[in-house]
Structure formats: structure tokens, C-alpha cells
């Protein structure tokens, strides 16, 4: 699959099959995400892989839109790393382009995955951040629920010639 057609194809999959997902699978997906780019470069990044099921039933009652978890055979937290970012607020964007990365990835090896938004939801980012233990310093920012995929979805139109504007609005 070429690069267009990952990005135009890619949809948001919350039915999963019971397949399981392999590690080496697992290590594709994070390599992906590592190589998103960032401020500086100074990849303010840091991901859990969750796939304890008592973790993720958890996760089910503090996140409202995570119910797809009960299916999912893995969910993956990005985080940034406030330490590691270039200026105030960067990491955001920073762990923004690794979790597109990460949901390009799982499409083009056959999976199926949704971003569970985390970030700037306070109450999200509190309950996660207990759930999991994070450091002070450590931001939680997308939750993505990934499994083979139980669902096919059609691809919506999207290119809005009217949102163009050349040199200028």
C-alpha cells in the first residue's frame, strides 16, 4: 500500500477480532511512532503498551469513548515527556504526529486501531495518570485501542476544495 492510500484508507476501528498481536508487531508499531517528527527533534516521547486486561477494563470506566477496550487485544498510551520537549507545550504537538504515525502503522500491517483522545482533558489525564503510576513530568496524551480489525468502513470524501487558500485567505 502506497503512502496515499494508507492515509486515505486509514479509518478509525473500534471491533476487533480475538487474534492476538505479536510483539514483533508491537515493536513495528512503536518504531513508527518513534519516527514521527518532532520540535528540535527532541522526542518528547514515551509509550505503554497495555495489554492486561484488568488494566484495560479500567481504563473502560475512566476514559467515556473507551468501551472498544473490551474487544482490543492491546492499547498503546503515548506520552510526552515535558523534560524532553523544546518549549512549553511542544510535547503535545510532538506526541500529536507520533500517534498519527502509530494509527498509519497499524493500518499498513493489517491491524485496526482508534485515537481515544486524552490530552487536554484534565479529568482523563488525572484518572490515566493514577491508573498508570506516571511520573510528575509525564504527560499522558492519546490512548490508542488496536486490534485486527472486525469491521470494515467505507472511505468518506473528504478533500474540501473550499478550505484552499493560496497566498493568502
Known amino acids: 500500500m502506497n503512502i496515499i492510500d494508507a492515509i486515505v484508507t486509514r479509518r478509525s476501528i473500534r471491533k476487533y477480532t480475538d487474534k492476538e498481536i505479536s510483539d514483533e508487531q508491537i515493536n513495528l508499531l512503536l518504531k513508527a511512532a518513534m519516527y514521527a517528527p518532532s520540535a528540535g527533534n527532541n522526542q518528547p516521547w514515551h509509550f505503554v503498551v497495555i495489554d492486561n486486561r484488568e488494566i484495560m477494563n479500567e481504563l473502560m470506566k475512566v ?60 479529568e482523563r489525564k488525572k484518572a490515566i495518570r493514577q491508573l498508570i503510576k506516571l511520573p510528575e513530568n509525564i504527560q499522558p496524551f492519546s490512548l490508542i485501542s488496536i ?15 473550499e478550505r484552499i487558500h493560496r497566498n493568502g485567505w
Not at 107 to 116: D, S, T, Y
Not at 147 to 161: D, H, L, Q, S, W
Request: glycine share 12%.
Open 63 to 122: 476514559h467515556p469513548y473507551a468501551q472498544m477496550l473490551k474487544e482490543a487485544k492491546l492499547a498503546v498510551l503515548i506520552c510526552g515527556d515535558e523534560n524532553l520537549e523544546l518549549g512549553k507545550g511542544y510535547w503535545a504537538v510532538d506526541c500529536g504526529a507520533s500517534t498519527q504515525n502509530l494509527l498509519l502503522a497499524a493500518h499498513g500491517i493489517g491491524l485496526g486501531a482508534v485515537w481515544l483522545g486524552v490530552h487536554p482533558r484534565e
Open 147 to 161: 486490534g485486527y480489525p472486525a469491521e470494515k468502513k467505507p472511505v468518506p470524501e473528504r478533500f474540501r476544495e
